[in-house]
């Protein structure tokens, strides 16, 4: 069964603190792999995507690593801010034609003073 | 920039009432897409169109339709509100399969 599963379901950090986020895939066979931001009460906003030959991206203090051997990837936030707060959503591409996305039920990341 | 957009942000409806929640967008984008999110359970699939007059069953269709008869507009409609479909409904589109995604800024049902 295709799945996609995020680790710690929520994390609380002091802001200037860096952390790291988990996602475990099954989906196969793979296309690609998304990461998402969402405020709370708003909309998912694409941080970052990667190919199965791509095993980093970065996007501002974001950068998502991808080992498509083991099926994991990372999300690294460094120096945290107040407004690195909302949840972070992995989303993994199946590779047939109707490229259906797979979500994770995401992390909840608050970042405190 | 691409924008969707959705025709409400919070919304109160009886139980047995007709729901209409209405999605745009502006980048003349092939595939739409109605999400439902809920806290435990993630983003899950309702429906989807890859074009105009064309529709997909998603992965959580029950107790939903939708209507895509221009190529900008995809519409989610509840034909008979329960409780249980009390959430958050995302819409999305994207220009074709293996490209980004871009979602609206939801509509909060709540049903009554």
């Known amino acids: 069964k295709n799945q996609v599963e995020q680790s710690p379901q929520s994390l609380i950090i002091l802001e200037g603190k860096n952390c790291t986020l988990q996602c475990n895939y099954t989906v196969s066979p793979f296309s690609n792999l998304r990461w998402y931001k969402q405020d709370t009460g708003r909309g998912p906003v694409s941080l970052t995507i990667?190919?199965?030959?791509?095993n980093t991206k970065s996007n501002g203090r974001y950068t998502a690593t991808l080992d498509a051997d083991t099926k994991q990837s990372s999300l690294h936030i460094t120096a945290s801010q107040l407004s690195d707060s909302a949840s972070y959503i992995c989303?993994?591409?199946?590779?047939?034609?109707?490229?259906?996305?797979?979500f994770g039920q995401g992390t909840t990341l608050q970042v405190k003073p | 920039d691409v924008k969707v957009t959705q025709s409400s942000r919070y919304l109160v409806k009886r139980t047995g009432e007709k729901v209409f929640l209405e999605c745009v967008q502006d980048?003349?984008?092939?595939?739409m897409f109605w999400y439902r999110q809920d806290p435990g359970l993630g983003l899950r699939l309702i429906y989807f169109?890859?074009?105009?007059?064309?529709?997909e069953k998603g992965d959580i269709p029950e107790g939903y339709s939708v209507s895509r008869e221009k190529k900008e507009r995809f519409s989610l409609i509840l034909e008979s509100a329960s409780t249980n479909q009390t959430s958050m409904y995302l819409c999305?589109?994207?220009?074709?399969?293996?490209?980004?995604?871009?979602f609206g800024p939801g509509t909060r049902l709540t049903v009554l």
């Open positions: 169109s890859y074009d105009v007059k064309m529709k």
């Open positions: 990667m190919t199965f030959s791509e």
């Open positions: 989303v993994v591409e199946g590779s047939s034609n109707t490229g259906k996305l797979i």
């Open positions: 980048m003349d984008h092939e595939n």
């Open positions: 999305a589109s994207r220009q074709g399969a293996f490209n980004e995604q871009f």
